[in-house]
Nanobody, 112 residues
Framework: QVQLVESGGGLVQPGGSLRLSCAVS?????????MRWYRQAPGKEREFVGV???????NYADSVKGRFTISRDNAKNTMYLQMNNLKPEDTAVYIC?????WGQGTQVTVSS
């Protein structure tokens, strides 16, 4: 059974950076076709943020393109989300997903 645990969230000022982690257990990231990040802000629907495929290819939502980067450490069985130039509208719970498995999320708050 695949389990996902996110970490790295927190409070950051506009223009700042954070790196989120998604630790995977129950399977190797090398056997996963695609790993995704989503986010959900209060009162809003869950929103796709980005994806990294087995080959390492990435794709992002237009709202984060050029600011966010997804990467993967095969040895640590972990996916990352590097977030730069954060904006208040990036405030949300960030959640990673693999197939039908979801993590519990980590809160990111961007505020001065």
């Amino acid at each position: 059974q695949v389990q996902l645990v996110e970490s790295g969230g927190g409070l950051v000022q506009p223009g700042g950076s954070l790196r989120l982690s998604c630790a995977v257990s129950g399977t190797s990231v090398l056997s996963i076709n695609a790993m995704r990040w989503y986010r959900q802000a209060p009162g809003k629907e869950r929103e796709f943020v980005g994806v990294i495929t087995f080959s390492g290819a990435t794709n992002y939502a237009d709202s984060v393109k050029g600011r966010f980067t997804i990467s993967r450490d095969n040895a640590k069985n972990t996916m990352y989300l590097q977030m730069n130039n954060l904006k208040p509208e990036d405030t949300a719970v960030y959640i990673c997903s693999v197939s039908s498995a979801w993590g519990q999320g980590t809160q990111v708050t961007v505020s001065s």
